[in-house]
Nanobody, 117 residues
Framework: QVQLVESGGGLVQAGGSLRLSCAAS????????LRWYRQAPGKQRELVAQ???????SYADSVKGRFTISRDNAKNTVYLQMYSLKPEDTAVYYC???????????WGQGTQVTVSS
């Protein structure tokens, strides 16, 4: 069983930055794909960024050049560094881990990011 705990959310002014962290339990972290999703009020959850076990990253067009996903396998932690934040980045951000063996998905509880204009 995998547990994910996000932290680092908060209130920030437009143009500011935040770094989200997601700490995972379990032994499969290093061989899993890790993702950050977000869900704004009244909208569907959307994929923001992902990083493979090999370190390959991809991003939603809306955050390219502003957000960076990274992982520290020694700490079982994935990060989302967010720069140049915009009000439209306001959402609850969720960490997701997908195991390599069966593709099982695990989710964190979410952390609120609010960007004021």
């Amino acid at each position: 069983q995998v547990q994910l705990v996000e932290s680092g959310g908060g209130l920030v002014q437009a143009g500011g930055s935040l770094r989200l962290s997601c700490a995972a339990s379990g032994s499969s972290f290093s061989i899993s794909t890790l993702r950050w999703y977000r869900q704004a009020p009244g909208k569907q959850r959307e994929l923001v960024a992902q990083i493979s076990s090999g370190g390959t990253t991809s991003y939603a067009d809306s955050v390219k050049g502003r957000f960076t996903i990274s992982r520290d396998n020694a700490k079982n932690t994935v990060y989302l560094q967010m720069y140049s934040l915009k009000p439209e980045d306001t959402a609850v951000y969720y960490c997701n881990l997908q195991t390599s063996l069966f593709g099982t998905n695990y989710w964190g509880q979410g952390t609120q990011v609010t960007v004021s204009s």
